[in-house]
């Protein structure tokens, strides 16, 4: 059964419609990217999950049904805009805003330490939330989303502010919950977390899902007639079957001509002696397909 | 329910741990005391303790008698020297012997004429002492309590038709209070007013109103903050009254005041039945404008404007007080906004109706429930909009189904 099944669900503001019949699932033990430009329509559908908000028409049922108040002691959310009370210290902040997803006191201290430990804001406890840097906020806000061990996390930015070190961990975290059974759904503008991190995405343009699939599927369904190859020979300037020849990075990628393989062009290669250490199919990155998708030249 | 107190406890403490809080509670006391105390310090000042003399003429203070030694610290006994002429009371004047001398004519039992001489101005008590002095003095042969009641005046009791209730024009608590319950009103309704839209519009500057909206349901949500924030208020008034009762029994056992005063329970339950519909009626509008708007800057600028309406019957105070019973007056005790302080004044005033302290309780209670019901409705729709306030269309027609029933 899917942590998550929301069923062409549609939401209008006067006579914006904000989602537009959108439908996905989540499954426990995934990562959903929910990725989209500004305005797209993400932050509507993640709080009508959370039931902040009723859509106009469709359905969403969380962890077997409607949401109700004792499921949300099993979500996790970290908004796009970051809330903490700025005037008391971080302790206090996390203590109440975990207590008020059912925690009892003394849980709340044990995993408190664990996770100061972890983010390694022990000597910060006591300041107040406004002396902490954005990073450490960031990352104090992770600790609410993630304390009281939920069944499903909604993650909305969940790398900004913070260093490539915490980047790491929180991936990490994310990664190792994903592997415990939680259902995952990751907000994010930076196609390469997303890339990393994601098993299934949906693609959300004007608020509609544009695609939504596995990863690898998407990206094969844009991947264009070109392979990347690293050789230790130079290449000759013309080659059978490959119309362009292009350095990048390293690699050079070769454009294949129509009805030319990549297997074609990989036999063509070692026909004519070149030493490759690396050969691989040219997928497009996930970026690239955002772009395409949200510039309207798909396919 | 449990997040319900869990989120009351954590916004009453917020609020009342607050360096602005302390202050708050500290300042208006202090401010107080600074007032009374320049103003015991200005009284006292006018007053000299040196003595006062005179000289006889009328030779009707052949056998004088003294004044009873009864004085304070505001009010300190004089002596006051008998001079057979005044040349030699003239000489005593000159050194600073005595503050004021007064010459009493010849005529002085047919015209009352007194003559004062003095280098300075005297202290404002010489002249008062003096007069109380020749009042003795004309009244010792008559019977003790004859002299008695004509030196301490008579005293007029107010009391109602059907006998129920009666003022003494010297209990001045039983003035005070319909005035300071509204005025207490105002004060709690200010401070909690203001709390509670500073805390709903923090925790939507501060984006914290999204991640507790996940975690508790707007309706305990808005309830536990109201609640929190009237405590708050409450208990800076009742800090203040504390104070103001300590500072009282201070002053009471310093300047050896005598106080008979009591309070009538009966006046001060019926005070709390139309208080404390009010304060909730007020507590649910101000987080409904606080749900609606951005940005703490604005919030202090609307909780004035509420206040507004609530003082409007201090402006009409004469009016209330001469005519209670008029229809401007019974309509401003029944109109939710303003019976609150209307009501107190009119019930000391005259004799109420029942039926129109019941009405008027019954409109502050049915208000309450009503500005309750739709403070939720504007939280669920305002909470979470950032940057930018409801339009009035879109609260009372456009999106109240977006808070989720």
Redesign the interface.
Known sequence: MPAIEVKNISKS??SNRAVDRVSFDVQPGEILALLGPNGAGKTTII?MV?????PDSGQISVLEGPMS?EK??Q?G?L?E????????TLERCLT??A???GMQPAVIKNRLNEYFQKFELSAYHNKKVKELSKGMQQKAQLI?TLIHDPKIIIVDEPFSSLDPVNTQMVKDLLIEKRNNGVAIILCTHQMHHAEELCDRLILINKGKAMLYGRLEDIRRQFAKPEVLVKTSSPLPEKIRGITEIVAVNGYTRLKLSNRFTPQDALKELIKLNITLEEYEIAMPKLDEIFIQVVQGKQG | MH?FW??LR?AYL?QVQ?KRFLFGLLSMPLFVLLIIGMGILAARLRLKSDPIGYVDHSSFLTDPVSLPDQGSFFNPNLLIIPYSDETSANADLQVNKIQALYVIGMDYLQTGAVERLALDRPGENADAQFIEFLRLNLLKNQPEEIAHRVLNGSSITTRSMDGSRSVSEESILSLILPFSAGLMFILVISFSGSYLLQAVVE?KE????????????PDQLMAGKTIANLLAGLTQLGAWLGLGLLALTAMQLIFHLESEETFNFGQISLLLLILIPAFVMVAAMMTAVGATITEAREAQQISGFFILPMIAPYWFMNSIMSNPNSTITILLSIFPITSPVTLPIRIFFTIVPAWQIILSIGVLVASAIGALWLAGKIFRTGM?R?GKSLSLSEIFF??F?????
């Open positions: 503001f006067g709080r959370l039931d902040i908000f009723q108040e949300k002691n979500i959310y908004p805009e970051r809330g903490l009370y700025q005037e008391i109440f805003l207590s008020l997803k609410t | 997040k869990l989120v954590h917020r607050t925790e501060n984006r914290t109103m999204e991640i507790l909206i996940t975690s508790v349901s979470l950032y456009g999106n189904k977006e808070g989720g029933d």
